[in-house]
């Protein structure tokens, strides 16, 4: 009798033991497929480059810090400039505050393939090339290229007397490429403050480069012996590079700038560094 209590009491143990693991094995289901969930959404969330700014609260920005006026250093040793000015403006108008990373031209691009940035505002050119790997916001800014020489200089009087010739670029840009299409023999260099030494100090022949640059270059420095003695025919325009398949952080990107437009504050800033509305 007590020998089939005994088994009776180890049978009922058994089976709450039993019980106890379905349950068990219930809420662990419940569980992975709750946390499933969420990694998908934390999937879907990243995938959505405007909901992963405003996750963050920031937006990281690559910028030269080196070409003036549209990227560069204030006396106080500030980054500012027209690009800076446009890249905060439509930051905040995302809800987040721009967070600017400085690096060279030639690893800006390379900045958002390896997600380093959100963003770049750096006087970029959307260019066919480019937009196959790259989104783009609309055109914020139109600048012409020219070549810039020497005053002493009487060889280079137009692109075509660019070959065979030392012309300081950078070898990303399409300003190398205008270089390069007529026989010029590229210079590497990081942005538009290094050619401008080289050339000063003759060690280039020439810089092919935006015009508004060096517009801002002779208003700040009007003894520079430099001058400009050819354009290229066609104007470019830039506007800010994000990641490929961004189309929620470009259309927000873009609704900032058409309402900068339409509030006059794109003018505002326009006339800040160039004296003018460059956008008409």
């Given amino acids: 009798m007590k020998k ?38 934390t999937t879907a969330a990243a995938s959505n480059s405007l909901e992963k700014i405003k996750s963050e609260g920031k937006m990281i ?3 030269e810090g080196t070409y ?4 560069f250093h204030d006396a106080a040793g500030e980054l500012t ?24 031209w030639d690893s800006l691009l390379a900045g958002i393939d390896a997600k380093r940035f959100d963003a770049v505002f ?14 783009f916001s609309d055109p914020y800014i139109s600048s012409g290229a020219v070549l810039i020489v020497r005053e002493d200089n009487t060889d280079i009087k137009s692109l075509d007397d660019l070959k065979g010739k030392k012309s300081a670029q950078s070898l990303t840009s399409n ?9 010029a023999e590229i210079v590497p260099i990081e942005g538009f403050n290094q050619a401008i030494d080289l050339l000063n100090s003759s060690r280039v022949d ?24 050819a354009e290229a025919d066609d104007a470019s325009q830039s506007g800010a590079v994000f990641a490929k398949n961004s189309p929620e952080l470009v259309e927000a990107a873009n609704k900032a700038l058409a309402d900068m437009h339409s509030d006059g504050t794109y003018a505002k800033i326009s006339e800040k560094y160039f004296g003018e509305d460059v956008s008409k």
Avoid: W
Avoid at 95 to 102: D, H, R, S
């Fill in 61 to 63: 920005i690559g910028t």
């Fill in 81 to 104: 400039g027209f690009d800076v000015d446009i890249a905060r403006e439509i930051a905040k108008r995302l809800g987040v505050e721009a967070e600017f990373v400085e690096a060279p």
């Fill in 68 to 71: 003036a006026p549209f990227t």
């Fill in 122 to 135: 750096n006087e970029v050119s959307i260019r066919d090339d480019r937009k196959e790997k790259y989104d």
């Fill in 175 to 183: 300003l190398a490429d205008i270089a390069k299409s007529h026989g």
């Fill in 206 to 229: 020439a810089t092919i480069n935006d015009n508004l640059s060096y517009l801002d270059l002779k208003k700040q420095k009007p003894d520079i012996a430099l001058k400009v003695v």
């Fill in 4 to 41: 089939a209590t005994l088994l009776g009491l180890a049978a009922i143990l058994t089976i709450l033991m039993l019980a106890a693991c379905g349950s068990n094995n219930g809420n662990g289901s419940t569980a992975a497929t709750n946390n499933a969930g969420s990694s998908e959404e």
